[in-house]
């Protein structure tokens, strides 16, 4: 876990809203944590080096951009033969995301592919390529109906009091 | 919204690795053989459009001392609107979708500890119509890719 200064937290807090468009957003976001530019700068250099920040850059809204269909397969995997059929999902570009969960008795399901195409049936014919590959026959797709709520967390937010730990 | 070239190429070369110096658009703009000026206006506009919703750093939660979980519940169809509004003033839920399945609505939750999402599930599970809530948290991740090819992708 990294380590956390006061103004670090103060940063992130501010980052929840994302870069101001200005010219200078990070001298405006110094300007108002009262720190140097060159300090924020240099961390944020530093999170992307470790790994604290996974990326930077735009946050999109997907749907808008024409990839329309967006299918999370879930897969009944036995433990012996997780690491080879996530292998077979991880390789495809059509797979944005890919994780083994905890399972639960109401829902079997261990390990998830997130698969995106053009329409339903291509996400479809992905997975069922995918189940041939890795001898798999358990599994279902659910397709999103409504995107009801699609936000980036808010980080050391007033709303969690007891977030600053 | 339509987009034209210069969009496109804008989105393309800010989606990751962001450049961490004092004047970011312009150097996104030398990059792109445009100016600071157009470059801002330009992720202005796709802002105001709602095509971007911010520009900045995604973050591991986990080295910020964050834990998840996506959540499965069943909800009766009257009571889905009531829900998604209770969902939607928690800070701690970021995603929610309805899906077509027994459960149908999945959320994920973000907290600071593994009781902040318990307190938040008991406060989930005591509304109206809501039945079986599942929390399914991440056991491994073999992949997490948010990027797209916008200049291909888009129409």
């Not at chain 1, 996400?123 to 599994?139: K, P, T, Y």
């Not at chain 2, 520009?55 to 009531?82: M, Q």
Request: proline share 6%; net charge negative.
């Amino acid at each position: 876990m990294t380590r956390l200064d006061p103004w670090e937290t103060e940063l992130i807090q501010a980052l929840n809203d994302g870069l101001p468009l200005t010219e200078r957003p990070y001298a405006d976001l110094a300007a108002r944590l009262g720190v140097d530019e060159a300090k924020i700068l240099a961390r944020l250099q530093s999170w992307v080096d470790d790994g604290t920040i996974r990326r930077f850059g735009v946050r999109l809204k997907h749907r808008r951009l024409g990839i329309a269909a967006n299918g999370m397969s879930v897969w009944d995997v036995p433990d012996a033969r997780v690491e080879e059929a996530a292998a077979c999902m991880t390789r495809r570009p059509e797979v944005t995301h890919c994780y083994l969960r905890t399972p639960h008795p109401s829902w079997p399901y261990n390990l998830y592919a997130m698969i995106h195409g053009p329409d339903e049936q291509a996400v479809h014919a992905i997975a069922e390529d995918i189940a041939r590959e890795a001898g798999l026959d358990s599994f279902r797709i659910l397709f999103s109906t409504r995107e009801l709520k699609k936000r980036a967390p808010r980080y050391f937010a007033d709303s969690n009091g007891d977030a600053d730990a | 919204m339509s987009l034209d070239d210069l969009d496109r190429r804008i989105l393309d070369a800010a989606q990751s690795a962001f450049p961490l110096e004092s004047r970011p658009f312009a150097a996104l703009a030398r990059r792109l053989g445009s100016t600071e000026h157009e470059v801002l206006s330009r992720l202005r506009g796709l802002r105001e459009s709602g095509l971007i919703r911010e520009l900045g750093p995604v973050f591991d939660l986990r080295r910020l001392g964050y834990t998840s979980t996506l959540c499965a519940a069943r909800v009766a169809e009257p009571f889905i609107d009531p829900v998604a509004q209770l969902l939607d003033t928690m800070d701690e839920v970021t995603h929610n979708y309805l899906r077509d399945d027994p459960f149908n609505m999945w959320f994920t939750v973000i907290a600071p500890s593994p009781e902040r999402i318990e307190s938040i599930l008991a406060r989930i599970r005591s509304a109206d119509g809501v039945g079986e809530v599942l929390s399914l948290p991440v056991e491994r991740t073999f992949k997490i890719n948010v990027q797209f090819d916008i200049a291909k992708d888009a129409p």
